[in-house]
C-alpha cells in the first residue's frame, strides 16, 4: 500500500492538469471545433446550392415571363392590326359595289357615296379613330390644331378658329393628325 507520507502524484494533489491531460483536452477542443466548423462548412454549402438553385429559377421565370410580355405585344399588334383591317372590308365592298353598278343616277351615287362614307366613319370610330373638326370660333389649341394661316376675323377674340381647312384625327386620344386651321390674329 502506499505510504500516507508519501504523496501519490503531484498534479493530482495540486489540482494541476498534467500535460498529457493538457495535450489530450486541447486534441479533444481542436477536434470538437474540427467537427464543428466541418459541420458549418456543409451548412453553407448547402445552403449556397439552395440559393444558386433559386437564382437560377429566378432567372428562368424572368427570361419566361420576358418571353411571354414579347409574344403578347407581338400578338396584340398583330390582332389590332387585323381587326382594324377587318372593319374596313365592308367598306371596301361597298365601293367595288358602287363601282361596279351601272347606269346610276347622281342621286344614286351621291346616296351611295355617303352611305360608304359612314360605314368607313363607323369602322374608324369602331377603332377608336376620331375626327378632330374644330367649330369656328372656339380656342386654337396647339395640340391638336396646326395653324396654316393667320387671318383678320371681326368680333373674334384673338387665337380663335376662323376656318378648318382639313380635319384631323386622333387614335386612342392621341393625335394622329392635327386639324389644318386657320386663326384670329393674336393681340
Not at 367598306?91 to 346616296?111: C, F, K, M, W, Y
Not at 370660333?137 to 396646326?146: C, L, V
Not at 384673338?158 to 386651321?181: F, H, M, S
Request: charged share 25%; no cysteine.
Amino acid at each position: 500500500m502506499s505510504d500516507p507520507q508519501q504523496p501519490t502524484h503531484p498534479e493530482t494533489l495540486q489540482g494541476d492538469p498534467s500535460p498529457e491531460e493538457l495535450e489530450a483536452a486541447q486534441a479533444a477542443n481542436e477536434a470538437d471545433a474540427l467537427a464543428a466548423a466541418t459541420a458549418e462548412i456543409a451548412e453553407l454549402k448547402a445552403k449556397n446550392a439552395e440559393l444558386a438553385d433559386q437564382f437560377l429559377r429566378a432567372q428562368a421565370d424572368v427570361q419566361n415571363a420576358r418571353r411571354r410580355a414579347d409574344e403578347e405585344v407581338s400578338k396584340g399588334r398583330k390582332f389590332a392590326i387585323e381587326s382594324f383591317a377587318e372593319s374596313l372590308l365592308p367598306v371596301l365592298d361597298s365601293l367595288e359595289a358602287g363601282l361596279n353598278h351601272e347606269g346610276g343616277t347622281p342621286e344614286q351615287i351621291r346616296e351611295g357615296a355617303e352611305a360608304t362614307l359612314r360605314q368607313l366613319k363607323s369602322a374608324l370610330e369602331r377603332n377608336k379613330v376620331v375626327e378632330i373638326a374644330p367649330a369656328a370660333g372656339s380656342k386654337f389649341d396647339p395640340h391638336q390644331h396646326q395653324a396654316i394661316s393667320v387671318v383678320p376675323a371681326e368680333g373674334q377674340e384673338p387665337n380663335t378658329i376662323v376656318g378648318v381647312l382639313q380635319k384631323g384625327y386622333t387614335i386612342a386620344e392621341r393625335v394622329l393628325r392635327p386639324a389644318l386651321v386657320t386663326v384670329s390674329p393674336a393681340n
